[in-house]
């Protein structure tokens, strides 16, 4: 019987276990290129099954947030390759999450013009900014014929990916970010080839895929989806039949992976219990990571049922670099300080001990 120390495979790698690291945005990317304080990071975390990296901007557009590493130019390609590196040397694997925040951006962050989205939809709440929160702001809706140009940065990034020495990437379609914001009906209401039906909906979902698989093969790619999280002003009339015809749609590429973080069940106009992720389970063909908030005995559980092939771990790495171990051998867990998740220096970053240190 299978459980998280089991080996798996992901398309043409193998990996050693089945303790994922989520992606986590860190904020510790200044002018958005990669460092050394993160190659320590990751490093850090190489016992991990598969690293999934914070989300890295697949262009100029795509950034929302300060701090953010990109993955499209060729100083950020360098600086990632000694990240890549540095994590194989320890016989780690690490994917690069591609990262388009769409809606989620502010005019700081463009020279001054808005950011896009599916359709001018403004989302309630405030933009991470350098000056501080300031409120969302109107997006402007992408022209039809601006659409093609954002697919092949997606597919630019993955090229840039390879080129770094990840060993594949994840293609972030969850949180309320672009790709997103077209899945859902309540940011998306174009009445063209991508609006309307849940067909056309999703169609920019896999545009993007069907570009990033042409680029990498399919076996190196993961797609994150988050049917219940209503982050970032996000909701979907019926998001079973929305997220269920993703799902469905997705098995003829042969992924990698499926990502499905179960944040958001109990907020406030979630899903909640009427939305069965079992159906999406057993909808996907191939292997399926869970997230959100598991522990070791959940997270065999799952696995041992067949309702998760792997699940990724968040909070819990940030604090424990050598999670695997401690999980193997029911060691105690460092806590994460919630104060320094965000921006900063080495102090809650890389300063965790593992148990070698004490």
Request: aromatic share 8%; net charge negative; glycine share 10%.
């Amino acid at each position: 019987m299978s459980d998280l120390f089991t080996p798996i495979t992901i398309g043409p790698l193998r990996l050693p276990n089945r303790v994922f690291m989520a992606p986590m945005t860190r904020n510790r990317a200044p002018h958005n290129i990669p460092n050394p304080m993160m190659q320590t990071y990751y490093a850090q975390r190489a016992g991990a099954g598969l690293i999934i990296t914070e989300g890295s901007q697949i262009s100029p557009q795509g950034i929302g947030y300060p701090a953010t590493p990109g993955i499209h130019s060729e100083e950020q390609v360098q600086a990632w390759r000694a990240i890549t590196e540095a994590v194989q040397r320890q016989g780690g694997h690490i994917f690069c999450q591609l990262w388009h925040c769409g809606r989620i951006s502010h005019p700081d962050y463009h020279g001054g013009e808005p950011p896009v989205a599916p359709s001018a939809i403004r989302p309630a709440g405030q933009a991470f900014t350098y000056q501080g929160l300031q409120d969302f702001t109107t997006p402007r809706a992408l022209e039809l014929e601006e659409i093609p140009g954002i697919v092949a940065d997606y597919a630019h990034a993955a090229d840039c990916a390879r080129r770094a020495g990840f060993d594949g990437v994840e293609i972030h379609a969850a949180n309320g970010y672009l790709i997103d914001q077209f899945l859902r009906d309540g940011s998306n209401r174009r009445s063209d080839a991508y609006g309307g039906s849940v067909e056309r909906r999703a169609r920019f979902l896999l545009e993007v895929v069907a570009a990033v698989v042409e680029c990498l093969g399919a076996g190196r790619i993961g797609v994150r989806l988050s049917p219940l999280q209503p982050f970032n002003d996000m909701r979907d009339s019926d998001p079973q039949a929305t997220f269920s015809h993703a799902v469905k749609a997705l098995n003829r590429f042969g992924l990698g992976y499926l990502h499905i973080t179960e944040m958001g069940r109990e907020a406030p106009g979630a899903a909640g219990p009427a939305f069965d992720l079992g159906l999406l389970r057993a909808a996907w063909r191939g292997v399926y990571v869970s997230n959100a908030g598991y522990d070791k005995a959940r997270a065999n559980a799952a696995i041992a049922s067949g309702a998760a092939d792997a699940v990724a771990f968040g909070t819990l790495f940030i604090a424990n670099p050598d999670l695997v171990s401690r999980l193997r051998r029911d060691s105690p867990l460092n806590q994460a300080d919630p104060e320094r998740f965000y921006g900063g220096d080495e102090r809650g970053y890389t300063d965790y001990p593992a148990l070698a240190d004490g």
